[in-house]
């Protein structure tokens, strides 16, 4: 085991921050993929409203995904069960970086989006985030498709993670999903 800090001990929890944050960021990500497929699915008149809200809570997710980095990387997490394989501790952690780089990747690519199309990206009305890039179609058409496109492998790394913890809560009946509770 590698020398901890005395602030850094492990535990058969996460600690209460990494818990809040966790769960504040499932809301809020599931929330902002609902809204996103509402979006590409209709041009109702609650469409420029939602996409306006889409935006400031992806800023908003943006904000939280460094906190919850920084609580990653200042927090030591429960150890996996002894009984994983090697391949599923592995794949557990390469999940969890994964999940840890669209969380990244999804408000960053939608920022940069948003500026090659020129748009504003206002974060609830308190102030606008000048644009990244300059305006153009061909980078906006890009940047919309790998968001797109993001956003279909964030739907499956968020599967991939729900049904891992509750194999693990529900099957295994290990520590794992409790820890997160």
Same mark, same amino acid.
């Not at 939608?110 to 748009?119: F, S, V």
């Not at 305006?135 to 890009?142: F, M, P, R, S, W």
């Given at each position: 085991?590698?020398?901890?800090?005395?602030?850094?001990?492990?535990?058969?929890?996460?600690?209460?921050?990494?818990?809040?944050?966790?769960?504040?960021?499932?809301?809020?990500?599931?929330?902002?993929?609902?809204?996103?497929?509402?979006? *590409?699915?209709? +041009?109702?008149?609650?469409?420029?409203?939602?996409?306006?809200?889409?935006?400031?809570?992806?800023?908003?997710?943006?904000?939280?995904?460094?906190?919850?980095?920084?609580?990653? #990387?200042?927090? *030591?997490?429960?150890?996996?069960?002894?009984?994983?394989?090697?391949?599923?501790?592995?794949?557990?952690?390469?999940?969890?970086? +994964? +999940?840890?780089?669209?969380?990244?990747?999804?408000?960053?690519?939608?920022?940069?989006?948003?500026?090659?199309?020129?748009?504003?990206?206002?974060?609830?009305?308190?102030?606008?985030?000048?644009?990244?890039?300059?305006?153009?179609?061909?980078?906006?058409?890009?940047?919309?498709? #790998?968001?797109?496109?993001?956003?279909?492998?964030?739907?499956?790394?968020? #599967?991939?993670?729900?049904?891992?913890?509750?194999?693990?809560?529900?099957?295994?009946?290990?520590? *794992?999903?409790?820890?997160?509770?």
């Amino acid at each position: 085991m590698p020398d901890l800090k005395p602030d850094m001990q492990p535990s058969d929890t996460y600690s209460r921050a990494a818990r809040i944050m966790h769960w504040a960021m499932a809301l809020l990500l599931f929330s902002l993929i609902f809204a996103g497929l509402a979006m *590409v699915q209709s +041009l109702q008149s609650w469409h420029l409203p939602l996409i306006t809200l889409h935006k400031s809570f992806g800023i908003l997710a943006l904000i939280l995904a460094v906190i919850r980095l920084v609580i990653r #990387l200042t927090h *030591v997490p429960p150890a996996l069960p002894d009984n994983l394989s090697a391949a599923q501790q592995r794949g557990a952690r390469g999940a969890h970086v +994964l +999940l840890y780089a669209a969380m990244f990747a999804m408000p960053l690519s939608g920022l940069l989006m948003q500026g090659a199309a020129g748009r504003p990206v206002e974060f609830f009305g308190l102030f606008t985030i000048p644009a990244l890039l300059p305006v153009q179609l061909e980078t906006y058409a890009v940047l919309r498709e #790998l968001h797109g496109w993001g956003a279909w492998g964030l739907i499956a790394l968020v #599967l991939l993670h729900i049904t891992a913890a509750l194999h693990h809560g529900l099957i295994r009946r290990d520590t *794992v999903l409790r820890s997160m509770l």
